[in-house]
């Protein structure tokens, strides 16, 4: 640590309970009392350096002259220094005690009308000369001002400590000669020098985060002005926001474990940096880091986004510090997982396990930001005559569509889970962005077992949120045997399945037609042609789909004919009811006699014919007339 060695003489200072003696051999003719700490000492060295010690001492006559000193920077410790500076005792100014020392002096008036390199000199001009241009020396001054806060702030000093951390950190430290983190003497070919000897060793490359961890330690409102100040000076968001996250971790307990690792990512681990502090004051730390950070994607994880606003939850934040938190997690949903949107339900109702209105939230946020993009583009392509294929990519949604349909089947079994805000968060994204409901349909029916007492009509509403065409033929065959599904939603499966086994067969037969080559004919002959292969493997797939296709449709069978069974049953109960039955008792004896009429007239005709079909037969062989008939007999029963 540098210092500047100020005075000669040796300490002749000494101390008996709570006040300060000089052993000069004299008495003293001035007792000056600093929060309850008395002072014997002399005016004449008091007065030849402080112009307001001076004026007090002007009004009192009595011996010894007893003056009370109010607020005074430093306290008893600062009057001290103070009072060995008068009277020549051996000091050292340090960057610890320099901006103390300055309030101080001030606040005394020691300035060069009293006495020649007095202090106010001497230390602005050791601030300004060591302590400003040294990095680790400026954090050290500025971490002793928080005594003196408001009386430097008055001074100034502040301000220019401020200025100088700024400007070192967002300059190139290998390039300025400063003081740096990894910065050592190096020879002419590049390796470090210790005491002029060569060790060899190459120097460490110095990192964009390497005073991180010194402002961290700075109190949270000089470390929000060296914040605001290197965004001012245009230091890149990605390192702003890398401090934050650093700062945020050695002060929050449930970011703890979260760190930068050296190629700039952010990665979990213990850093043994967390500092237990008060809920209020993590209150406010998570508000400040809020206010600080930019708002723009990709610029922190998801995962620490996730963790802030978990932090923020529990903590009690404001609830624009919470919406800003959610905003941000917005604009990167599709690189969240489903671990970092299990948020807990801490609200007054706890109707919900999770919180599923903060989720809605942060998927309303993507939307909204997806939907700018895209129209941003659109109109972009509408001024330059793009064509549509130049549209923006449907990727990020897709992954989204994907998160919320595991968040779905996450929450599904949750009972207190009503329908209408499981619809609405099924509902919010638009119908491109699933490729397939197979996830869907997996929260859907997780849903329904956690609710049987669904309405017929709720099931109904429910099972309309997918897509039967989306559905692979693995979730098909699954929903034609689900019975938690209603009949119409089963009905509906097994149509889009039959079609796209159908397709599938008819895609089939058409790459075996149009595969076949042009090739010579002794090629053709010597070979076997692609397109044959090609019809063959396409043949056997048709074949397996079709038994599939019938094995599906056996089963339809089946159900059709237990719902006709069902519904004859049904049928026969009603007509046992009422006077239904003694009418419906003549029309069956009435259409019996009619039937045994009909029977005996057939078989006279069919005995008749018997006859004359022998008759003919006399020969051995059939007439022509008899051919016919048999012929149209056998062609009937056929």
Sequence with gaps: MECLKLGSKPDGFHRKDKAWFYSSGLPSDVVIEVDGILFHLHKFPLVSRSGKLARLMEKKVEEPVHLHLHQVPGGPDGFEFVAKFCYGVRLELTAVNVIPICCIAEYLEMTEEFGEGNLIAAAE??????????????????????????????????NQCVDALTLKACTNPSIVGWPM??????????????????????????????????????????????????????????????????????????????????????????????????????????????????????????????RLLRSAIILNASLDCRSNIERRIGLQLDETSLEDLLLPNLTYNMETLYDIDCVQRILDHFLLFDHSI??????????????IANSPPLSPIMMVARLMDSYLGEVAPDVNLKLLKFKSLAEALPGYARVSDDGLYRAIDIYLKAHPWLKEEEKEQLCQLMDCQKLSLEACAHAAQNERLPLRAVVRVLFFEQLQLRTAIASCFMVSDNSRPLQHPSVTDAIPSAAALMRGEGWANAVRDNQALRVDMDNMKVRVNNLEKECSGMREELEKIGKIRGHWNMVSRALGNRFKSHICRTRNSATVQDQTRLAGTSHGLPSVKSRQSLHRRSSSLS
């Design 374 to 387: 895209e129209s941003s583009l659109s109109t972009k392509s509408d001024d330059e005559n793009l064509p």
């Design 181 to 306: 983190p990894y910065s050592s003497m190096q020879s002419p070919g590049g390796s470090l020098l210790w005491n002029g000897i060569n060790t060899g060793a190459k120097p460490r490359r110095s990192r964009s985060d390497w005073w991180y961890e010194d402002v961290s330690r700075l109190s949270l409102p000089l470390y929000r002005r060296v914040i605001e100040g290197v965004k001012h000076r245009g230091l890149k968001p990605e390192s702003v926001a890398g401090a934050l996250m650093h700062f945020a971790s050695r002060y929050l307990p449930a970011l703890t474990k979260l760190q930068t690792s050296k190629d700039g990512n952010a990665r979990f681990g213990p850093i043994g940096l967390a500092v237990t502090l008060s809920e209020s004051e993590q209150k406010a730390i998570l508000e400040t880091i809020d206010n600080l950070l930019p708002m723009q994607k990709a610029l922190v994880p998801s995962k620490f986004l996730a």
């Design 125 to 158: 001009g050791f601030l300004n000369h060591v302590v400003l241009r040294n990095w680790k020396e400026c954090i050290k001054a500025l971490r002793s001002s928080e005594t003196v806060f408001l009386e430097a702030e008055e001074l100034g000093v502040i």
